[in-house]
């Protein structure tokens, strides 16, 4: 019913910047939050940044400043732009879509595969 698929991951060096995008596909849903996590070796998984459906925006401390999530609606598309990468971002990163299908009562969470950002020093 929503299927998410992340892209834009890669190798680059500290310094270096990403643009991460994550595209909820289907029918007959409608998206609220979408979110940005992250997992590192070893780590558990943890929340990188959140959009809301109107727009505001959350960030993990170790990204503000480096880091800017926006959306598109209109394309079920969420981004992440990551700027003066840092070697401890090296992680997969994964998003979350948070949709009411039609025809359901509640919200879940669809999560896409993950895309590797790997961080050189």
């Known amino acids: 019913q929503v299927h998410v698929v992340e892209s834009g991951g890669g190798l680059v060096q500290a310094g270096g910047s990403l643009r991460l995008s994550c595209v909820a596909s289907?029918?007959?849903?409608?998206?609220?939050?979408m979110d940005w996590y992250r997992q590192a070796p070893g780590k558990r998984r943890e929340l990188v940044a959140r959009?809301?459906?109107?727009?505001?925006?959350n960030y993990a401390d170790s990204v503000k400043g480096r880091f800017t999530i926006s959306r598109d609606n209109a394309k079920n598309t969420v981004y992440l732009q990551m700027n003066n990468l840092k070697p401890e971002d090296t992680a997969v990163y994964y998003c979350?879509?948070?949709?009411?299908?039609?025809?359901?009562?509640?919200?879940?969470?669809?999560w896409g595969q993950g895309t590797q950002v790997t961080v050189s020093s």
């Open positions: 979350n879509t948070r949709a009411v299908v039609t025809g359901k009562v509640y919200e879940y969470s669809y």
């Open positions: 289907g029918s007959g849903f409608s998206i609220n939050n």
């Open positions: 959009i809301t459906s109107g727009g505001t925006t």
